[in-house]
């Protein structure tokens, strides 16, 4: 089973950028497609983005696209999140999961000041 591990989250002003990177152990990585999810206080956790095996295809929730970006590194077994243009709404602690499994990361806190 894959093994994930966030980090890079953090506070940061509405208008800001962060990018948050997941790594993940085992060497199936590159087979499989990744996606971040988030979880803000009192709701359930959405779907923010997803990224195919190779990387050639990414996939985005309407509230996120042209902000956010997708994308990964399958010689160092990482996925990351550019997040740009950052709102108070985009507060929420961040996971990374195998798209298909039962495998998700710890999450990473990020809190969006306005």
């Known amino acids: 089973q894959v093994q994930l591990v966030e980090s890079g989250g953090g506070l940061v002003q509405a208008g800001g950028s962060l990018r948050l990177s997941c790594a993940a152990s085992?060497?199936?990585?590159?087979?499989?497609?990744m996606g971040w999810y988030r979880q803000a206080p009192g709701k359930e956790r959405e779907f923010v983005a997803r990224?195919?095996?190779?990387?050639?295809?990414?996939y985005y929730a309407d509230s996120v696209k042209g902000r956010f970006t997708i994308s990964r590194d399958n010689a160092k077994n990482t996925v990351y999140l550019q997040m740009n243009s950052l709102k108070s709404e985009d507060t929420a602690i961040y996971y990374c999961?195998?798209?298909?499994?039962?495998?998700w990361g710890q999450g990473t806190q990020v809190t969006v000041s306005s």
């Open positions: 990224i195919n095996y190779s990387g050639l295809s990414t």
């Open positions: 999961n195998v798209v298909g499994t039962g495998s």
């Open positions: 085992g060497r199936t990585f590159s087979r499989y497609d």
